[in-house]
């Protein structure tokens, strides 16, 4: 506990900044991973299919990702 503590302590400001800049970044790049997110739409379809949500659940969450999809195209300057 003391060592981590020390190890907060003694970092420097722009040390600790230059960590929250690269998680940041990396939840950016996971967010907006078009693999990912087809992947996340298949197993929604998945569950919809073997009637593990119902059509209003499965409606909502596939137009959150359709809508995550067409940002991740955006950002990457591919059609949508």
């Known amino acids: 506990m003391f060592l981590l503590d ?3 302590i003694g ?15 990396m939840a950016q790049t996971e ?3 078009e693999a990912k997110i087809k992947e996340e739409l298949l197993r929604l379809q998945t569950l919809y299919e073997i009637d593990q949500i ?4 499965y409606q909502k969450k596939e137009a959150e ?3 995550r999809l067409a940002i991740a195209r955006e950002a ?4 949508a």
Do not use: H, N, Q, R
């Not at 970092?11 to 970044?25: A, M, N, R, S, T």
């Not at 119902?54 to 659940?57: D, F, G, L, Q, T």
């Not at 990457?76 to 059609?79: E, I, L, R, S």
């Open 54 to 57: 119902s059509e209003e659940e």
């Open 11 to 25: 970092l420097p400001e722009k040390g600790l900044v230059g960590i929250f800049k690269e998680i940041y970044e």
């Open 31 to 33: 967010y907006t991973d």
């Open 76 to 79: 990457k300057g591919a059609p």
């Open 6 to 8: 020390d190890l907060l």
């Open 65 to 67: 990702l359709l809508e």
